[in-house]
């Protein structure tokens, strides 16, 4: 049987999802605790069930609502929503809120009910990919805008937009947009008839003043998201609200699914929302410290990374330019993973290509650990990449010397005329200091073996010598420590 026409041909679009660095670290052997995540956004402080003078204990909770796992929640969440109200503030009622199971809950919710065959949706390029993935299963069109772009967005794309959504902060970058400006943007979409859709998860670890919810009152063309699952890092409960004017509100809640939420979700979301405003202002205030104080350190350190730029950023984590490193985004977040440290890799971000990661904020040991990752899968990926070149190598015939590579940026990396076949070295780190090498100080932190005054396999008679050796019967490994007794070591 054919599969023509099962689907929409559209949804064939949609973009494969990354690779899963839990999957690989697991595949690795290494186990869910030893698996430190630097792609999550959750709030690097911990959530507040983890801090006892809070009072707050899962298992209680458990206990209270198990025995509603018999029956169907009370599919209004009059108690959630109301709950959700007083916290977020600002004179909004619980005719305002609609719950969700996540912020892309939220987004399938506004684009099923907005949406029609062919209408455009303008997305910032660092929207999260699932937010295209719903615009196209709808049936809309996605237009994509960058950043510095919004503020003079014109009107002949406004006029054509059906929906404008952006996150604040910004979802790579983490700059802060002001409510200035956005409250422009707002006004003109609202002259436009154009939806303005905010996602603000984590804006509670950066500068709530600069919300737009209180707006949602005055304006019938705003939608605000809010999301628990970042500020109180709790990933696996992923309660997130929409905040909109009362008529929305309601539309909203008729698309939502029924019952969306369960009874633990639910009960763990009314207990954070329900805790005393001084406990969550002292909880908050010390995680927004946690953030700025570790993100400087994480800068800091990354920066030092040879070809590594960082670019400044207001929230919990910091985007990576590495596009002059020797390894790609796609390459990096996978070797990293097979470590247990997780980075996002931006690939699937529009216009990103493979050559930003981001690289969220943790304790300071944290972030000494994956500098340090980072060095050696430099070195590994560089190794297995020379290894690679140097079998291709050896199956010519006859097998020779390549000469020098003139045609390398870093040529001469030793000196004029140096044969360039061994690339990386077959024998890094020798350790031998014997050879002009020695243990230097790393701008990033630690130790590293530099080769910078060792020139000996690029001696054109040294390396003819070597590829012989290498040439013969034999483990790779073997071969190696025969071509370093028999050429290297007379040379010593």
């Known amino acids: 049987m054919s599969d023509k026409g099962l689907w929409k041909k559209e949804i064939e679009s949609i973009r494969k999802p990354l690779e899963d660095g839990h999957r690989i670290a697991l595949e690795k052997g290494i186990s869910e605790t030893a698996i430190i995540d630097f792609s999550s956004t959750s709030n690097p402080l911990g959530s507040p069930f983890d801090h006892p003078d809070f009072n707050l204990c899962l298992k209680d909770i458990f206990s209270r609502v198990e025995s509603m796992y018999s029956q169907f929640p009370d599919n209004e969440y009059s108690e959630l929503r109301s709950s959700a109200a007083k916290y977020f503030g600002n004179n909004i009622s619980a005719d305002n809120i609609v719950p969700a199971l996540g912020v892309e809950d939220v987004i399938r919710m506004v684009f099923s009910s907005v949406i029609e065959t062919g209408d455009t949706v303008l997305l910032n390029r660092s929207q999260n990919p699932a937010n295209e993935k719903h615009c196209i299963i709808s049936g809309g069109e996605v237009n994509y805008v960058f950043e510095d772009d919004l503020k003079n967005i014109s009107s002949a794309l406004l006029t054509k937009a059906k929906i404008i959504m952006l996150t604040n902060p910004d979802n790579l970058s983490g700059q802060l947009y002001s409510k200035t400006d956005l409250i422009s943007l707002l006004q003109r979409c609202n002259d436009h008839s154009t939806l303005l859709v905010v996602d603000e998860s984590l804006l509670d670890l950066t500068d709530v003043s600069a919300t737009l919810a209180d707006e949602v009152l005055s304006f019938n063309n705003l939608l605000v998201i809010r999301s628990l699952k970042d500020i109180f890092s709790l990933p696996g409960a992923g309660i997130a609200f929409s905040i909109t004017n009362e008529k929305f509100a309601m539309i909203l809640n008729r698309v939502r699914n029924c019952c969306n939420i369960g009874p633990m979700d639910e009960a763990v979301a009314i207990s954070l929302l329900n805790m005393p405003s001084d406990i969550v202002n002292d909880y908050l205030t010390a995680s927004r410290q946690f953030v700025r104080e570790n993100r400087r350190y994480l800068m800091e350190r990354l920066g030092k990374v040879r070809r590594f730029k960082t670019h400044e950023s207001n929230t919990s984590f910091v985007l990576v330019d590495i596009s002059a490193a020797s390894l790609d985004s796609v390459e990096l977040t996978h070797r990293l993973a097979e470590k247990g440290l997780l980075v996002r890799d931006c690939s699937d971000f529009y216009s990103m290509d493979c050559n930003f990661i981001r690289v969220s904020v943790r304790p300071k040991e944290d972030t000494d650990r994956l500098v340090e990752a980072i060095g050696t899968v430099v070195v ?54 014997r050879t002009g090498g020695r243990w230097v100080c790393r701008s990033s932190g630690g130790k590293v073996w530099s080769c910078e005054k060792c020139g000996l396999v690029h001696q054109k008679p040294t390396v003819q010598k070597l590829l012989d050796v290498l040439k013969g019967e034999g483990e790779m490994e073997d071969k190696l420590k025969k071509g370093w007794d028999e050429v290297m070591e007379p040379l010593l």
């Open 380 to 433: 590994d990926s560089a190794r297995d990449s020379a290894m690679e070149n140097l079998n291709q190598i050896l199956d010519e015939e006859p097998v020779r010397p390549l000469g020098a590579n003139r045609a390398c940026p870093y040529y001469p990396c030793h000196f004029k005329g140096q044969d360039c076949t061994f690339c990386f070295c077959p024998f890094y780190p020798c350790g031998d200091e």
